[in-house]
């Protein structure tokens, strides 16, 4: 999602939007607010796993208001087949249209409509059974729904159900039909209504029926799509303001592992035994039919395949043996997007995330919190404003100069003393890829005049491809759940410019325009000594200490892989469970343990072992009237069984498929992760990469 002109205005003129993404009725995105802004940029990407019948993507633009509800200011509406009539994607401004609210509904009925009688006398029946995630229309979060058959200007209803959203009614109505009267235009409407004491009833969608339906002596039979009545807005002229979007739907399907032993084994050949740099092999052969926008996806999928097989360093191994080999300027080297460049980039974004988040994260949240103003360029210091947010008194362009420096100071300083301290944090199997890649360079180039270009070669993807993006943009790398404001980007910007002329070891310094970071220049080149210090114990490793289980091994047992608030309620005795006595309690998942407790902050928490984790199922809507509802299976060691029921955050952990992981008696230890995992509904698949024995249904219920 990019931004947003031209969209309605506060009472103080501006707007404070935000963006949701729905998946049919599922939320399942949220962008931040951008404070004060009719031209909003949000520049979020989102990769979302869709259930193969989704019909459509939606995009609602809304104002926030501290004070009373937020405002739906607009959406747009793309359904599943205008997504894949576009092959390459759609990348367009799309105006806003308005909300009605009926056409905001969701949700199935069950029918069963057939024509029945003799040639004398026939009639239309109308078995109404139920529905489903009906929408919700009242306070309460539920509606109180009944159903209503329209045939030859004649209708009748079914009973009203009161306050739920999955009606059961089990109602049958008739309707005579005398001969000669289904006429052209003929049809049947059924049509869902939340029934309300005072004022009139609310639509909750319809499902419609042609004329030639009606010749069949079964007419339809199952669950069929509640639809909106159909009073497709126009796009206001723009009037609401225009969204612009950049979507590709890619549709693939995975089939048995066994599939795809083949092509892992061809590709394996590449790198057992080694061969020669001249020899073509399948992945030099993949480099050369890959287009550039292509190579990164390639890279990845390739970088999980090796890890799985625990050859992700002899992978890396052989891709940098072809791209050095094949450089004879070594100030070009590693510089274009070969594949083995996105390799290592994806390499060190799959294993070194948690490693990044070890090192930078503190910093990072110390910045964001500080807020404080930090500008070196002459031409963007702004006294008026340095003084009345970060400096007191009256100061000079001079002085606000210098306490930026001092500022930028003691964060970069915080910054490198955080890098170069880490080399028993780094992964094991990172260090050993950077120390092949260090004998490969060295064996390129031995020459006297060469002799930073082993550093370079590792500070290149180190310094410039790892930790200065996750400084300028921390949001795409998980360290915050948000953008950076105007203020505190710029200083991530600053820092990143200086974490990037020190991993080019102060070799540019001099050469560019922005010559106003010339103060920083004796700390850089100061730093430039102590990176070659830290790469020289970085790859400082023994090859044999590093097991296959750390080759395969895609993060550290310690470290949080997701967190966040889920609601939850233990299942005791023989009670009965509501859906009003669920607990927000804040998760932690770990390869270890699923824990919990309060708030974030909360001294006390609960912890399941993964290992006491029997199963996690998914239990029936209707059993709490709440959508996404699962149930989470542990041992205690007595052998006692207790459950635990959880609400998911989305529909992706819930989808209804056939999965004998999860069976309570054949789930492995390795599915269990999984598992637990898929509850709180992220992208992990790069996380479990490297789990042995995960078996592909579990690791696609995970994604």
């Not at 390499?347 to 500080?370: A, D, Q, S, T």
């Not at 070669?457 to 790398?477: D, E, N, Q, V």
């Not at 056939?658 to 995992?677: D, G, T, W």
Request: charged content about 25%; proline content about 4%; some cysteine.
């Amino acid at each position: 999602m990019k931004e947003v002109v031209a969209f309605g205005k506060d009472w103080s003129g501006t707007s404070d939007p935000y963006c949701i993404v729905k998946v049919d009725n599922e939320i399942v995105a949220r962008t931040a607010t951008i404070w004060r802004n009719l031209n909003p940029f949000w520049g979020e990407e989102y990769t979302l796993h869709l259930p193969m019948g989704f019909h459509t993507l939606s995009f609602y633009v809304v104002d926030e208001d501290t004070i009373g509800h937020d405002d739906v200011i607009g959406k747009i509406l793309l359904t599943k087949e205008t997504l894949a009539a576009n092959l390459r994607g759609i990348d367009n401004w799309i105006n806003l249209t308005r909300v009605d609210p009926d056409e905001e509904v969701q949700g199935e009925i069950h029918l069963d409509l057939e024509i029945v009688g003799d040639g004398h006398r026939k009639a239309l029946r109308c078995h109404i059974l139920e529905a489903r995630d009906l929408a919700p229309r009242d306070i309460s979060g539920t509606s109180d729904p009944f159903a209503r058959v329209i045939f030859q200007n004649r209708n009748a209803e079914t009973s009203i159900i009161k306050k739920t959203r999955f009606p059961h009614w089990d109602e049958v109505l008739e309707f005579e039909i005398e001969e000669g009267t289904i006429s052209e235009g003929t049809g049947i409407t059924i049509q869902v209504w939340d029934w309300d004491m005072v004022g009139k009833n609310d639509f909750l969608g319809k499902v419609e029926f042609s004329q030639d339906t009606l010749q069949k002596t079964q007419i339809a039979k199952g669950w069929f799509r509640l639809m909106p009545f159909g009073n497709l807005e126009d796009d206001a002229g723009g009037k609401l303001g225009a969204l612009r979007v950049k979507i590709r739907l890619a549709e693939e399907r995975i089939l048995p592992s066994m599939y795809y032993q083949p092509l892992i084994d061809l590709l394996v050949e590449s790198v057992i035994p080694p061969t020669e740099v001249e020899d073509m092999t399948p992945l030099t052969i993949l480099e050369e039919v890959t287009t550039v926008d292509s190579r990164q996806e390639v890279a990845m999928t390739l970088v999980k395949i090796f890890l799985g097989q625990g050859l992700v360093v002899p992978f890396l191994d052989y891709l940098n043996m072809v791209e050095v080999g094949r450089t004879t300027d070594p100030n070009t080297l590693f510089r274009s997007n070969s594949l083995a460049s996105k390799a290592m980039e994806q390499f060190m974004k799959i294993v070194g995330m948690p490693y990044l988040h070890e090192v930078l994260k503190p910093i990072v949240n110390r910045i964001f919190e500080e807020k404080k103003y930090i500008e070196l360029d002459p031409c963007k210091i702004e006294v008026n404003r340095s003084r009345r947010i970060s400096f007191k008194g009256s100061l000079s362009e001079a002085d606000v100069r210098e306490c930026s420096l001092e500022f930028l100071m003691a964060y970069l300083t915080d910054i490198i003393d955080s890098i170069v301290g880490s080399v028993e944090q780094c992964p094991p199997v990172m260090r050993v890829a950077f120390k092949q890649l260090h004998k490969r360079v060295e064996e390129q180039f031995p020459e006297s005049e060469n002799e930073d270009v082993k550093y370079l070669a590792i500070s290149g993807f180190f310094f410039l491809r790892f930790f200065a993006p996750a400084i300028l943009t921390p949001k795409l790398f998980n360290l915050r759940d948000h953008h950076a404001d105007t203020r505190t980007s710029r200083t991530l910007l600053l820092l990143a410019k200086a974490v990037q002329s020190i991993g080019n070891l102060g070799l540019q310094l001099g050469h560019g325009k922005e010559q106003w970071m010339t103060p920083l220049h004796p700390y850089i080149l100061q730093s430039a000594t102590c990176v070659k210090d830290f790469l020289d114990k970085l790859i400082d490793i023994d090859n044999d200490n590093v097991s296959e289980v750390q080759h395969r091994a895609a993060f550290h047992p310690s470290v949080t892989i997701k967190e966040g608030y889920l609601h939850k309620r233990k299942a005791e005795g023989v009670n009965l469970v509501t859906r009003f006595t669920f607990k927000k309690r804040y998760f932690w998942l770990s390869s270890e343990t699923l824990s919990y407790a309060k708030s974030p902050d909360w001294q006390v928490r609960s912890s399941i072992p993964i290992q006491r984790i029997c199963a996690v199922e998914r239990v029936d809507e209707n059993a709490f009237q709440q959508q996404h509802m699962m149930q989470v299976i542990t041992q205690d060691n007595d052998g006692q069984l207790h459950t635990m029921y959880i609400q998911c955050k989305s529909y992706r952990c819930c989808r209804e498929d056939n999965r004998p992981e999860l069976q309570r008696s054949k789930i492995s230890s390795s599915n269990r992760r999984a598992a637990v995992i898929s509850l709180l509904g992220t992208d992990l698949a790069h996380r479990l990469a490297g789990i042995a024995l995960v078996s592909r249904k579990t690791l696609l219920a995970a994604i």
